[in-house]
Nanobody
Framework: QVQLVESGGGLVQAGGSLRLSCAAS????????MGWFRQAPGKEREFVAG????????RYADSVKGRFTISRDNARNMVYLQMNSLKPEDTAVYSC?????????????WGQGTQVTVSS
């Protein structure tokens, strides 16, 4: 069982930035594939970004490429999502996810999420 706790959400104006953090439990965090997802009201949950255990490979949704950056600190069991040039359509609950087997395409564990609201 992996516990994931997100933080860093809030209210920001369009064009602004936020950095989300996710703290993960587990002694083998460096092997976990990690990702970020979001869900806006009335919409399906969608993939935002993912990274391999080493952080050497990343992938992004087309809607956030060039604006968002996923990173991780394996010494601290942390994964981050730096969000720049935010748009109102980025408003959603953002959750981090984990695959202890290392995939960054599929995930087994999810956090509760943190709200991000972008005002126009």
């Amino acid at each position: 069982q992996v516990q994931l706790v997100e933080s860093g959400g809030g209210l920001v104006q369009a064009g602004g930035s936020l950095r989300l953090s996710c703290a993960a439990s587990g002694r083998t965090f460096r092997m976990y594939g990690m990702g970020w997802f979001r869900q806006a009201p009335g919409k399906e949950r969608e993939f935002v970004a993912g990274t391999t255990g080493s952080g050497g490979r990343t992938r992004y949704a087309d809607s956030v490429k060039g604006r968002f950056t996923i990173s991780r600190d394996n010494a601290r069991n942390m994964v981050y999502l730096q969000m720049n040039s935010l748009k109102p359509e980025d408003t959603a609950v953002y959750s981090c996810a984990c695959d202890p087997r290392g995939s960054y395409y599929s995930y087994d564990y999810w956090g509760q999420g943190t709200q991000v609201t972008v005002s126009s």
